[in-house]
Every structure is written in C-alpha cells, then in structure tokens.
C-alpha cells in the first residue's frame, strides 16, 4: 500500500520563474565558483536546498500585513502584536525583538556566560558556538549516541544524552557552566527531534546544579509535531500544547524567526528572570536598535507576528514533514542513505555511504553536493569534514562524525514534482557512484572556512 503523503494546504498565488541551465553551463559555473556551491549566484541554480532559513514563502496574510506594517521608532503597533502572539505561545512575559537568530545569541549569550567558562548543549549550531566562544567560553556537545548511526531507528535523535551531561556538570564544576542550550530540533544531528521528556530531565538537572536552561528554538514548531507523532504523553495534545510544555520552566529562549516563524528575516528572546531582560533591552539598544523594533523594519515584524501562528499550524506541519517523508520515501527504495528517520527541515544524505571510495579528506559530502549541481541544478551544502575545519592547534585536517550532504527543505517553496526531480538526480549519480572523484582545498581561510574556500577536482 501506498503510504499517504499530506498535500500542500495552500494554493499558488504568485511565481518566481526558474530557468534550468545546460550541463555544460553547469559545469561551467561550478567551476568558476572553485567549486564552492555558496559562490554560485543563485540565478544558475534550478532547486535551492542551501538552506531553510529566510527562504520560506510568505503567505497573502503575511503580505497583507507588510503593507500594514507601523514604521514608527518607538512603540508600534506590530511590536505590540509580536509581543502578544509570542506571549501567548512560549508562555514568557519577556520578549525581545531582533533582526536574526545570532544576533540574540549576540545579546544574549554574553550575559549568561559572564565569568563562566562552559555552555553544554545537545548540538550548538554554528553561530551558537561562536558566540559561546566570543564570550570566553568553551561550547561542549552531548548529543544521543543513538545519532551517530543514520540507518538505525531511533525516535528522538536529537535528545540530549543526560547521563554525559550530569557527569559533564561533575568534571567540569556547575560554578564554571553558564548555561545549558537545548537545541530544537537538533540541526547539526539531521533536523532530529527531542522528546519533551528529554527537555524536561535536561531543565530539571540544569537546576538541580543552579545552572541556567536556554532553548535554540529556530524549529520549535517541527519538533513540537514531532513530539505529536512520536511521544506517548503527547499524542492527543495539540501544537500549541506541546509548544508550552517544551518551553515550561526554561529560564530563557534565542529564536532565529527565519525558520519556523517563516519569514525572511527576524528573531526572538525570551527571558522570566526581570533582572536579566533588563541587561538583554540594554545589550539590544547598542546592537540592534531600540527596543520596540529590535533591528527590523515594522513590516517585518507585522509578518512575523502573523507568522508565529502560521508556522504552528497543526495542517502546514503535516504537509511540512509530509514533504520530508515524501522524499526520504524515495531515497529508500533506491537504497540511499540518510539520517534516519528523516529530520524536520532537511534530508540529511549520508554521503559517506553513498561515496565511500572517498575518504573524509577529500570532502565526500562537498563532492556530493558539487555532484547535485551538476545533475539538476539543484544547490545543497556539505555538512561534514570540509564545513568543519582544520584543527587549530595542528592545522590537520579535521575527522567529522558525519558526512552528511544536508537537503534544506525552504518552506511552502518547491512542489512534489521539485522533490521528485532531486529524488531522481540523487538516483542517477548513484548509478555512477564509483566514477565519482573526491576534492582537494586550493584557497582556505582560517575559520568558516567553506563559505569561501576554493577547490579542485581529484584525479
Ligand atoms: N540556531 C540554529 C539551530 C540554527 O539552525 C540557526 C541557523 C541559528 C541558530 C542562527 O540563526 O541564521 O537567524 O542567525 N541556521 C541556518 C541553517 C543558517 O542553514 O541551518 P540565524
């Protein structure tokens, strides 16, 4: 029987016209771009999986309240909506507006970490980690084990590994860690999900050792309808619900808004402690602009507002993880590899499986990605061991857990027949896997070095 997937529950009201180029103009590209898919112009690209961040399409609703959006300095009329939706579904009375999700870890971060030498997460995403780092402290992972095998069933992949993290608070001393980051869902793991009970128990020993517990809610939504599918307790509860259980008792949040609030730029903190929102609105002001607009424009925050409760809707999400399912679907009955089951925002292909003849060293998953291109236009990005570096202390090259070439889904964008056409490019390169030659780096900045690194084709 054919499993039923959820169809889009929107109509088109506007397009952006595509255009596919020839594979020798492909090949032409990528190559003038040293083979780094983030200096392709996005005019040459047919299916943009680069990201889900930003990329999402507006509803009419959202439009409409672009054009109602109050550009006043100080108190406008959106900035008291945004307030009031994001009160009423994180269940804080501290909200903070600003323009992207780093730039609340910018504000945030800072004041958590103040004389403190460690933040212990499930996964810090990129960012997170560099402003972990920025503030003078350490950032330390503690994912599942269950994670790191991507053909093995396992529910909650992005969980927290609470007895890691208890011995962690142990070695390390809870007076030395500033604060306790769960991630939601988990990027950097494929998009996974944590149940609420691991969001509890991690909540729970945070404060058992006096130490603060801070969501990186960017998918909040994607894991609530997970914790939906997934979690006993929570299978007749609605989105919403779910939402306020996950955030209960958590001292803070950071949100990038580009994600699960769908629109192209904003971001959110959430704060209980007075005392510390008094430090984040003053942190605020000197980066991101008054406090009532927090570095946006007023119709930027009118979209957001409105979409904070679009992007909770219980039928988008079916559809939204429907599309995931509808693709992760067709890599297996073509025998691809992936993080399974299939994450929240993005296909996580497991490049080290489909490539194996490829050692980490010449970058499997960025030769995977190149391979995308090539075939149908469609950009994706390596997460791997060419996004993560050399190491600082040898300048070796560095050894990741996984070679994953990461899929992002942008939300409401691309249709089934969009997904069939990067099912069937993945299909035809694994017809000629083997022939497929790995990379050596030519050109490398020192850190974040694959936004701008360049590189050659082996052999
Ligand atoms: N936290 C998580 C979990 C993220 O995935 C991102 C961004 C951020 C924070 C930072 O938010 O971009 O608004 O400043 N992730 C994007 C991605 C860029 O492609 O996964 P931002």
Same mark, same amino acid.
């Given at each position: ?38 200096? =392709? ?81 499930n ?14 402290? @350490?950032?330390?992972?503690?994912? %599942? ?47 996974q ?6 969001? @509890? ?7 058992? #050792?006096?130490?603060?517990f ?5 998918? #909040? ?10 979690e ?28 699960? &609030?769908?629109v192209?730029?904003g ?16 942190r ?64 996580? %292909?497991?490049?080290?499986? *489909? ?12 030769? *995977? &990605? ?13 997460i ?13 090259? *560095? ?30 390169i694994?017809? @000629?896997?083997?022939s ?10 020192p850190? =974040? ?11």
């Amino acid at each position: 029987m054919k499993p039923i997937y959820y169809p889009e529950p929107f109509r088109i009201k506007s397009v952006e016209p595509l255009k596919m180029l020839t594979r020798a103009e492909r090949e032409r590209k990528i190559a003038e771009a040293g083979y780094n898919v983030f200096s =392709l112009a996005s005019r040459d690209v047919y299916i943009d999986l680069l990201t889900d961040s930003g990329t999402g399409a507006m509803s009419s609703d959202q439009w409409a309240g672009v054009m109602l959006g109050d550009e006043s300095y100080a108190g406008a009329d959106c900035y008291y909506k945004v307030q009031e939706n994001a009160k009423e579904i994180f269940g804080f009375d501290y909200i903070q507006l600003v323009h992207q999700g780093r730039a609340a870890e910018k504000v945030l971060l800072p004041i958590l970490l103040e004389g403190k030498k460690y933040a212990i997460a499930n996964m810090h995403f990129d960012t997170t980690r560099a402003h972990v780092e920025l503030a003078g402290a @350490r950032a330390i992972d503690c994912t %599942v084990k269950e994670a790191l095998d991507t053909t093995k069933y396992y529910p909650f992949k992005g969980n927290m590994d609470t007895d890691r993290l208890e011995e962690h608070i142990k070695e390390l001393g809870a007076e030395n860690i500033g604060v306790i980051i769960m991630t939601i869902t988990n990027n950097s793991a494929g998009g996974q999900p944590v149940s609420v009970a691991n969001i @509890r128990k991690t909540r729970d020993i945070a404060h058992k #050792y006096g130490i603060k517990f801070m969501i990186d809610a960017a998918r #909040y939504a994607e894991n609530s309808y997970f914790v939906k599918q997934r979690e006993e307790e929570f299978k007749n509860s609605t989105i919403e619900e779910i939402v306020k259980a996950s955030f209960e008792g958590a001292d803070c949040f950071t949100m990038s808004a580009k994600k699960d &609030a769908i629109v192209n730029m904003g971001g959110l903190i959430g704060c209980r402690d007075k005392a510390v929102f008094e430090l984040v609105k003053q942190r605020c002001i000197s980066f991101e602009g008054f406090i009532t607009y927090g570095g946006m424009s007023g119709r930027d925050i009118e979209a957001l507002a409105r979409g904070l409760k679009e992007g909770i809707d219980e039928h988008y999400l079916r559809y939204r993880i429907g599309q995931m399912e509808y693709l992760a679907a067709r890599l297996d009955e073509a025998g691809i590899a992936y993080q399974s089951p299939v994450g929240g925002h993005a296909v996580f %292909v497991d490049a080290k499986k *489909l490539l194996p003849h490829i050692p980490y060293y010449e970058f499997p998953a960025q030769a *995977l &990605a190149i391979e995308l291109y090539l075939e149908a236009g469609i950009r994706a990005c390596d997460i791997g061991s060419y996004m993560l570096g050399n190491d600082p202390d040898t300048g070796k090259q *560095l050894e990741a857990d996984f070679e994953f070439t990461r899929l992002a889904i942008p939300r409401r964008v691309y249709t089934q027949s969009h997904l069939d056409v990067i099912a069937d490019a993945l299909i035809n390169i694994k017809e @000629r896997a083997s022939s497929i030659k790995g990379y050596k780096i030519v050109e490398e900045p020192p850190i =974040l070095r694959h936004f701008t690194a360049k590189l050659k084709p082996l052999g």
